[in-house]
Structures are given as C-alpha cells and as structure tokens.
C-alpha cells in the first residue's frame, strides 16, 4: 500500500509499504477514505524528530471501511463507515472507565513513562503506523471506531478522530461560567473549532487571537471577537484590549491552542532547532531531560486569564525543564486544565451537532482537499501557512 513516511526533519514521503494484516482477535482492518493533517503532525516534521525513526508512518485522523475485523471485535462488520481516534484504548480499565482514555491501562507506553498509545507519532506513544496511508491497522477495535451512517461526505465526521473532541475537551476544562468569556490564543483547526464550540455551549464573549489574514477571517466570520497579533508592539498591548472589553479584569478562561511552537519564544526555537540537527540517539536524550518549549502563548495566557479564572491547554508541550512564573499562578489563583483529548469521553455529546443544520461548520472546515500522493507539498504548505491552509484533508 502507500503510506505517508517520515524521513527527516522537514522531509516526509508517500512509499510503498507492507500492507497491514490481523495480529490480535482485537484487531481490524480499516480501508481509509479520509485523512487528516493536523498540527500535531508538525511538530514531527519540524520539533519532535529526535523521537522518530525514519520509515514512521504518520497521521493520526482517519474515518474508512472496515475491511476485516479479529474473532474478539463483536460490534464491528466488514462494510461499516468508521471514525477511528487517534488514541488507542481498551475501553475496559479503570483509566477507561472513568473517562481517561488517554491513560489506558492496557496501552500505556509504560517503558516510556508515557500514557495511551496513538497512531501515527513518535516512540514515546508506541511507534504505531499511522493513518496516512490507505489501509490501517487498528488495536482495541472493540472500543475505539466510532460508527457512522452512510450518505453525508466524510468531512461531517472525520473530525470526530481528533479535532472535534480536542477542541471540546479544550472548552470543557476551560470552565467557561454561564455567559461567561474565553480567549482562544491561535485559530489553527483546533483553536477555530474551540472557538465553535464555545459559542455553541453559550460563552458570551469569545476573543480570537492570531496573526493569519485567513484564520481571523474565519473566526470573524463566526462571530468571534478577532485580534491580529501584528497589531500589538507588545504583549501587554494585547492584554489590554482584551482586558478593555471584560470590564478590566480580563477573561474568565483563556484556551492555549497553540503550544509549543509559539511564535516570539527566539531562545527556545534556537535549542529546539539545535536538538533537531543533532543525531537522534543524542537528540532524544537531550530533549527527554533538558527539552524546552516556545512558551510565549503560555504566558500570554498566564498574563490574560482574569484573577481565579482557568487556562485550557490544548496546544501540545513536551518540555522538561520549562521556566513558569508560578509566582504569578498562585497570586492570581489560576486553575490549570490539560492534557491529550479522551476522544470517547466526548464523542456521544458531539454526534448529535453532526446534522444537516451543521452547527459547527464542519461541512466546510476543510480548506484543502488533496490526494495522499500531494503529502509532502500538504506538509510543506501547512507548515508555512500558505495559499489559506488552515485544514487540509488527504484522500487515498
């Protein structure tokens, strides 16, 4: 089959690989349809690569048929449209079951020191062979796809994989007060779609912060209150026009969507881009004990959040020795919510809003369409935030 490989930094490509075949009665076989590219992806193409092994498969957002399924997956058939998760979880243990899914018991990466294994990243999430390719292998099939009917096109439900639980895990640990307000920092897939949602659950005032012609117009076009971060000479000029519009206090929550590749965080890009040129035995040593993020939309959130107010963590961070003002966290009591979404947990709240009405806009969430051969131009212009890219779909 042909899959999405990764080969260096900066340097993904469609080969041909061994097709995936049953190994556990809790497997299927999936033939995917759709395929997305998320943010997350980047930071494998640009930050993460000392964790990766050249030959990697990636992608962790697809929906498909279900080709073939093990003797222990009763509730799936060959024949039935799926969304997969893009973690991999049991279902069935006490993580599980009390709706951490991300902590699954049966796939923790334990040798890693790291939670459920996921599809398609890096070996401290079990080195999976990803989506982004045209069949997939999927463990726990028991628990993780989710069906869908027949009819609309992919794009109303492949979100369900990634995006859509993400972003209303993101609103959901926000703890938005009823009529309340949230500032949402970045308005890549995940922070326009946070956006979505929290304006859906009834937040009074949403604020969008980004510096992309494209994503403010879309979250504009939403009804989200727009900042254009080339508007501000400095952060506090920022901070305080937010503040002007939240009687001086500023936002009941801040939604961080953007993570570690934040701009304005120059000392921190230079270590990372040095780990990244180092070999990957050393590279990966380094990172796991002296890894730092770009923190500047961490602190922005931190300086924005009003007094007792909540900051959501959904962008992803991986830094082990990170400088925080915890002096200013605890004087102004800020709550502090994060962590990978438990896709399941949230799936049966968001199916509903998945009609023709198309509350959230997934029907058109999707700027780019591109065939799975385009992967390494996808990735490319992702990265560089050209021709309006905000989500692009990949089509085997």
Avoid at 25 to 49: F, K, M, N, Q
Avoid at 56 to 79: N, R
Wanted: with cysteine; hydrophobic share 40%; aromatic share 6%.
């Amino acid at each position: 089959m042909k899959a999405v490989t990764w080969q260096g930094k900066r340097d993904v490509r469609v080969e041909t690989v061994p097709d995936p075949e049953l190994k556990e009665p809790t497997d299927a076989i999936i033939r995917i349809t759709s395929t997305g590219l998320c943010g997350s992806d980047l930071h494998l193409y640009e930050v993460l690569t000392p964790f990766m092994t050249p030959g990697d498969i990636l992608g962790h957002e697809p929906m498909g048929i279900v080709e073939e399924v093990g003797a222990g997956v009763p509730d799936l058939a060959a024949g039935d449209r799926v969304v997969v998760p893009f973690q991999i979880a049991c279902g069935s243990c006490w993580m599980c079951l009390t709706g951490l899914p991300t902590q699954c018991e049966t796939t923790q990466c334990t040798s890693e020191g790291m939670g459920a294994a996921l599809f398609g990243y890096t070996r401290l999430y079990g080195s999976v062979p990803g989506a982004q390719a045209e069949y997939l292998r999927v463990p726990q099939a028991q628990f993780g796809p989710i069906k869908v009917p027949e009819g609309p096109p992919d794009d109303r439900y492949l979100y369900l994989s990634d995006v859509l639980p993400t972003a209303w895990q993101a609103v959901e640990y926000a703890h938005i007060p009823p009529g309340g307000s949230v500032a949402v920092l970045g308005l890549g897939p995940i922070g326009d779609m946070a956006c979505r949602v929290a304006l859906q659950r009834g937040a009074e005032q949403v604020f969008g912060v980004d510096l992309v012609p494209e994503r403010l117009s879309r979250a504009r076009e939403r009804g989200v209150q727009t900042f254009d971060l080339r508007d501000f000479d400095h952060e506090k000029e920022l901070v305080g026009a937010i503040q002007d519009r939240t009687a001086g206090r500023g936002p009941d929550s801040v939604i961080d969507a953007v993570g570690t590749e934040a701009h304005g965080s120059a000392a921190a890009r230079l270590a990372q881009n040095a780990t990244g040129r180092l070999p990957r035995a050393i590279g990966s040593r380094l990172t796991e004990r002296l890894g730092v993020d770009r923190l500047a939309a961490l602190h922005a959130a931190i300086e924005l959040v009003r007094r007792g107010g909540t900051i959501s963590l959904s962008g992803v961070y991986g830094g082990k020795v990170d400088p925080l003002p915890l002096l200013t966290l605890f004087d102004k009591q800020i709550r502090l919510r994060m962590g990978q979404a438990n896709v399941r947990t949230w799936t049966d709240e968001i199916l509903p809003l998945l009609t023709d009405d198309d509350p959230l806009g997934v029907d058109d969430f999707a700027t780019h369409h591109v065939p799975l051969t385009d992967a390494a131009h996808a990735y490319e212009m992702f990265q560089r935030k050209q021709d309006g890219a905000v989500k692009v779909l990949m089509r085997p």
